[in-house]
């Protein structure tokens, strides 16, 4: 059957992707299967937290980041159930269509990374004792929150035939993706030496932030039901966004490793010749970790904005 895509702001339906009706603005929503969900969500981050925050198991920015996962995820998720469960949505000033799969999203990358980042970079460092253990039950919670918000996603997501906001389908579950990834290399590059007086490497950084500017404006405007305001049609709009971020990241995909690795342009091929990462860093990245994290970050990114380029192509060429 054919159908012309004409605009991506559509109205939702009454179902959370479970096959079952939610119950919205009664104590009755947190006894369905996505309400059960997000209790577990709210348990397992306000546990998280407080193991750690009882023992003071955190330093650096790597602790402080864990830490802010959690209390982040934590605060959101009751402020979704607080929500729902007094059926404030007509008075939320973001589109509720758009904003609890969005959020859902990014908690799910903010506890995946707590639970990579926070056993890596102080678990294994600790002696044996209380705040080890505390500390391995606080990642074994993360993780259990990582899953949860990754099913919640995994749940509520578009479908074949469903009617959703722009969100919850492909492309804009890529845009959370493509916008946490930079942050990540943000944190990465937060030294400028890194680049500085290379304008190659300058280049890098401008891709990355410029790319993540217009990510976020894409979010901004589904989650603010404002996709109507631009002067072209949105989904037009996605594809130009999309295929100019692939051409800046392609280019970052080249630069970033050769100067920061190739000797002919002044780079370290190699970690031991980086005297800042021959001793043991418990709270912290040596620089060639870091320009190596950044180096495979632009890859994972490079490939969401190829995948988002022919998910917005597919959706403005082609008529099913």
Request: glycine fraction near 6%.
């Amino acid at each position: 059957m054919p159908v012309t895509v004409t605009r991506t702001t559509i109205t939702t339906t009454t179902t959370s992707g479970l096959g079952s009706p939610t119950i919205l603005g009664s104590p009755r929503a947190l006894t369905q299967p996505l309400g059960l969900l997000r209790l577990l969500q709210l348990f397992s981050t306000c546990v998280a937290f407080s193991l750690v925050a009882s023992v003071g198991a955190w330093n650096g920015f790597m602790g402080n980041w864990c830490m802010f996962a959690w209390c982040f995820c934590f605060a959101m998720t009751l402020l979704i159930i607080i929500v729902e469960v007094g059926g404030l949505q007509p008075r939320f000033p973001l589109s509720w269509r758009n904003f609890p799969i969005t959020y859902a999203c990014y908690a799910a990358l903010f506890c995946l990374s707590a639970s990579v980042i926070y056993p890596t970079t102080l678990v294994q460092f600790m002696s044996p004792g209380r705040s080890r253990d505390h500390a391995i039950a606080a990642t074994v919670f993360s993780c259990i929150a990582c899953v949860a918000y990754a099913t919640e996603v995994a749940w509520t997501r578009a479908r074949p035939g469903e009617i959703t906001g722009y969100m919850a389908t492909v492309p804009g579950l890529l845009k959370v993706v493509e916008t946490f990834v930079a942050c990540i290399i943000f944190a990465f590059i937060v030294d400028s030496y890194l680049y500085k007086y290379k304008a190659a490497l300058e280049w890098c950084v401008a891709v990355y932030a410029i790319c993540f500017i217009l990510a976020a404006v894409a979010i901004l405007l589904n989650l603010g039901d404002c996709t109507n305001m631009l002067p072209i049609p949105f989904p037009t709009f996605l594809s130009g966004l999309a295929l100019l971020s692939v051409l800046f990241y392609a280019s970052a995909m080249v630069l970033w490793p050769l100067y920061q690795f190739d000797e002919k342009y002044g780079g370290q091929p190699q970690r031991r010749m980086d005297s800042n990462c021959r001793n043991s860093h418990t709270y912290s990245v040596c620089a060639w970790d870091s320009r190596l994290a950044v180096a495979i970050l632009t890859a994972i990114n490079l490939l969401a904005y190829v995948a988002d380029l022919v998910y917005s192509a597919h959706l403005v060429f082609v008529r099913v």
